[in-house]
């Protein structure tokens, strides 16, 4: 299995500003992805973090808005830029293993304001 | 889009078996079933996962049916501790390949 932590656990920002979170695995991954959860809802698929290259996003998602990094096997970082309240979620980063499941971290909660 | 549809609420009388199903008519020969939970305020958590035999560990049992469209999460004797969102997810058994979360069963475990 898999250790994932985040930084930071929750924040509150002014809209218009930016917040990069951090998602640290315990030992080497071959695939990190992050994820936002919206009140009340379930979670939605972000980006894949590919080491060494540039994110894939998903549709409804752009790299101008939350760019990404994952400079290791161990690292990703997520920035949601300009922020505006409708960015008020929880933002989760999951990492896949050799035993090809996904492990989640706990999850960033943002409040806008 | 979710590849499986489940029952939106469930109610379970602690310290019996709680059955979670999941139909997944459109699943594909290489893709599995996988169960995951979330409890309120963490991370999404595995459960489990299969193919096409059922599957036990010490978290539950889960059984697919002969044509693998559907399949039953069975938690053999549920606590309130159980109380969660439990998805149900189809997907390739790879690394690489994305989870995708539909809106999943909340389960209530009442004392």
């Known amino acids: 299995s898999a250790v994932i932590s985040q930084k930071p656990s929750r924040d509150i920002c002014q809209r218009g500003t930016s917040l990069t979170i951090q998602c640290q695995v315990d030992?080497?991954?071959?695939?990190m992805f992050w994820y936002r959860q919206q009140p009340g809802q379930s979670l939605t698929l972000i980006a894949t973090?590919?080491?060494?290259?540039?994110?894939?996003?998903e549709s409804g998602f752009v790299i101008d808005k939350f760019p990404i990094s994952r400079p290791n096997l161990t690292f990703s970082t997520l920035t949601v830029s300009n922020m505006s309240p409708e960015d008020s979620s929880i933002y989760l980063c999951?990492?896949?293993?050799?035993?090809?499941?996904?492990?989640f971290g706990p999850g960033t909660r943002l409040t806008v304001l | 889009d979710a590849k499986t549809t489940q029952p939106t609420s469930m109610d379970c009388a602690e310290g019996r078996a709680a059955n979670l199903p999941c139909n997944h008519s459109?699943?594909?020969?290489?893709?599995?079933v996988y169960w995951y939970r979330q409890i309120h305020s963490q991370g999404p958590q595995y459960i489990i996962h299969?193919?096409?035999n059922n599957e036990t560990n010490e978290m539950a049992s889960l059984i697919i049916t002969e044509d693998r469209k559907s399949s039953t999460l069975i938690l053999p004797h549920a606590t309130l501790r159980d109380t969660a969102v439990y998805y149900c997810?189809?997907?390739?058994?790879?690394?690489?390949?994305?989870?995708?979360f539909g809106p999943g069963t909340s389960l209530s475990v009442i004392p």
């Open positions: 999951s990492g896949g293993t050799g035993e090809n499941t996904q492990y």
């Open positions: 459109t699943i594909s020969g290489n893709e599995y």
């Open positions: 299969g193919l096409k």
């Open positions: 030992s080497q991954v071959t695939m």
């Open positions: 973090a590919n080491q060494g290259s540039e994110a894939t996003y």
């Open positions: 997810i189809v997907r390739v058994y790879a690394s690489y390949d994305k989870v995708i």
